[in-house]
């Protein structure tokens, strides 16, 4: 009785110790083996039995390292290392499920040397660091390929490695510090015989302030960076390249808004656009600039010189040499087109100069602000083109009127009429402000 219940007690015991024995080595080695294995290694340790909630089930997992022929024409001799793990239905026996891949290097492939490399990162120093940190650099102190780089090759395509960036950098509203990063980042090209491009990904993995300043906020404000430097460089290339304009001694604000009539119906959009970003009001510009617009500035510009030079229509061909003048003010003034169903509207203000016994001298006027509104459907533009030559304009110095669209049907605030007033000499258009004291 003894002996069958000892008998039974083993069978039990094997029973179980069957349902659940792991693979072996040599049967994971063999499942997973291909004919363009170079070498495989298993990860150290044991097989370990792990929950997937994706298959709601128990498998048996063990990591392995896999090496391949890389299949790369130009580097013959490298090999593509993938990481992943076997796959194992529990049971007796275990059976093979799958392979799952992890991740994927590439051995063989030569880096850039650290000067190459370098070089690249000090020419596209904004991708390299990151817009946010370049635009509060203050100065760049260095960038070194760190004592252990841990370069990977992630494709024949990209790899990365880690530096070290140190600068002087924006902290806060009121605070400077010299920035210790290091830095791992990631670069690309679209073919193995390219140069690396512009574009990088870079993750910090380590920051460290030291020699911290205090500066108050105003002087944060006007704190040059290396991206605003680079930025105002580029914004003085672009209106230079726009070319020359003259700017004449302006007495009068009429003698504003007839020049900038003129020169919206006889100019070129470069011109009139570098006469209007020399023109415009200083808060049109990032502080510190009077190149670099701001968001609102470029708006006003983009919008004037599109309206005016680049529609289906221009400027010339709805607007008058002499145009009505629809409403005017000291500083304001709105001028209709030739049909006086659109208007432009423009205000000047006084800047610059320089203070003399507590007296602002050698002001001058700048655009405050400048609206040109044009026709744009198809069937105005035609009943504007369907004048005779020398007919459109013919009496042009219209007189103003009050059965026109005024300033809220266009977007604005509605205009301030003369009424009546000396200045504005009803029925005489913008030339004769010229001889209107």
Same mark, same amino acid.
Request: hydrophobic letters at 35%; charged letters at 25%.
């Given at each position: 009785?003894?002996?069958?219940?000892?008998?039974?007690?083993?069978?039990?015991?094997?029973?179980?110790?069957?349902?659940?024995?792991?693979?072996?080595?040599?049967?994971?080695?063999?499942?997973?083996?291909?004919?363009?294995?170079?070498?495989?290694?298993?990860?150290?340790?044991?097989?370990?039995?792990?929950?997937?909630?994706?298959?709601?089930?128990?498998?048996?997992?063990?990591?392995?390292?896999?090496?391949?022929?890389?299949?790369?024409?130009?580097?013959?001799?490298?090999?593509?290392?993938?990481?992943?793990?076997?796959?194992?239905?529990?049971?007796?026996?275990?059976?093979?499920?799958?392979?799952?891949?992890?991740?994927?290097?590439?051995?063989?492939?030569?880096?850039?040397?650290?000067? #190459?490399?370098? !070089?690249? &990162?000090?020419?596209?120093?904004?991708?390299? $660091?990151?817009?946010?940190?370049?635009? +509060?650099? %203050? /100065?760049?102190?260095?960038?070194?390929?760190?004592?252990?780089?841990?370069?990977?090759?992630?494709?024949?395509?990209?790899?990365?490695?880690?530096?070290?960036?140190?600068?002087?950098?924006?902290?806060?509203?009121?605070?400077?510090?010299?920035?210790?990063?290091?830095?791992?980042?990631?670069?690309?090209?679209?073919?193995?015989?390219?140069?690396?491009?512009?574009?990088?990904?870079?993750?910090?993995?380590?920051?460290?302030?030291?020699?911290?300043?205090?500066?108050?906020?105003?002087?944060?404000?006007?704190?040059?960076?290396?991206?605003?430097?680079?930025? #105002?460089?580029? !914004?003085? &290339?672009?209106?230079?390249?726009?070319?020359? $304009?003259?700017?004449?001694?302006?007495? +009068?604000? %009429? /003698?504003?808004?007839?020049?900038?009539?003129?020169?919206?119906?006889?100019?070129?959009?470069?011109?009139?656009?570098?006469?209007?970003?020399?023109?415009?009001?200083?808060?049109?510009?990032?502080?510190?600039?009077?190149?670099?617009?701001?968001?609102?500035?470029?708006?006003?510009?983009?919008?004037?010189?599109?309206?005016?030079?680049?529609?289906?229509?221009?400027?010339?061909?709805?607007?008058?040499?002499?145009?009505?003048?629809?409403?005017?003010?000291?500083?304001?003034?709105?001028?209709?087109?030739?049909?006086?169903?659109?208007?432009?509207?423009?205000?000047?203000?006084? !800047?610059?100069?320089?203070?003399?016994?507590?007296?602002? $001298?050698?002001?001058?006027?700048?655009?405050?602000?400048?609206?040109?509104?044009?026709?744009?459907?198809?069937?105005?533009?035609?009943?504007?083109?369907?004048?005779?030559?020398?007919?459109?304009?013919?009496?042009?110095?219209?007189?103003?009127?009050?059965?026109?669209?005024?300033?809220?049907?266009?977007?604005?605030?509605?205009?301030?009429?003369?009424?009546?007033?000396?200045?504005?000499?009803?029925?005489?258009?913008?030339?004769?402000?010229?001889?209107?004291?």
């Amino acid at each position: 009785m003894r002996t069958r219940t000892a008998l039974l007690l083993a069978a039990i015991c094997l029973s179980v110790l069957a349902a659940y024995a792991q693979p072996t080595d040599a049967q994971i080695l063999q499942d997973i083996a291909s004919p363009k294995q170079l070498k495989v290694e298993l990860v150290k340790g044991t097989t370990k039995k792990v929950w997937s909630d994706a298959h709601a089930q128990w498998f048996w997992e063990r990591g392995a390292t896999i090496w391949l022929p890389a299949d790369v024409p130009e580097f013959p001799n490298a090999k593509v290392v993938v990481y992943g793990f076997a796959r194992y239905h529990t049971g007796n026996p275990p059976s093979y499920r799958e392979w799952k891949t992890s991740l994927n290097e590439y051995e063989g492939i030569p880096a850039p040397t650290n000067e #190459e490399i370098l !070089a690249h &990162a000090r020419k596209y120093l904004k991708d390299f $660091v990151g817009e946010y940190r370049y635009n +509060r650099m %203050v /100065d760049l102190r260095s960038i070194a390929v760190a004592a252990d780089p841990k370069t990977v090759w992630h494709t024949p395509l990209s790899f990365s490695m880690e530096f070290e960036v140190v600068a002087d950098v924006i902290i806060s509203d009121v605070e400077v510090a010299t920035e210790s990063t290091r830095q791992e980042t990631r670069f690309y090209r679209e073919k193995v015989s390219d140069p690396w491009r512009s574009f990088m990904v870079t993750v910090e993995r380590d920051v460290r302030h030291d020699n911290k300043r205090s500066y108050s906020p105003e002087d944060i404000r006007a704190m040059e960076t290396i991206g605003s430097r680079e930025m #105002e460089s580029q !914004a003085q &290339a672009e209106l230079a390249a726009l070319g020359e $304009v003259t700017i004449p001694d302006f007495a +009068r604000d %009429v /003698d504003v808004f007839t020049h900038t009539h003129k020169l919206l119906r006889e100019g070129t959009a470069a011109q009139f656009e570098a006469y209007l970003i020399r023109m415009l009001a200083p808060v049109y510009f990032v502080e510190g600039s009077s190149t670099r617009l701001t968001p609102q500035g470029a708006d006003l510009v983009n919008k004037a010189v599109n309206n005016a030079f680049k529609g289906k229509s221009t400027y010339a061909q709805q607007y008058c040499p002499d145009p009505g003048v629809k409403s005017q003010q000291p500083n304001g003034m709105e001028w209709w087109n030739a049909t006086q169903d659109a208007h432009v509207r423009m205000a000047l203000t006084k !800047a610059g100069g320089t203070w003399k016994n507590g007296q602002k $001298v050698g002001e001058t006027f700048k655009i405050a602000a400048l609206e040109v509104w044009m026709l744009t459907s198809a069937d105005d533009i035609a009943r504007i083109n369907s004048y005779e030559p020398g007919m459109l304009c013919k009496g042009s110095t219209a007189p103003v009127s009050s059965d026109g669209p005024n300033m809220s049907d266009q977007g604005g605030a509605p205009p301030q009429q003369s009424g009546g007033s000396d200045i504005l000499k009803k029925g005489k258009g913008l030339l004769n402000k010229l001889t209107t004291p």
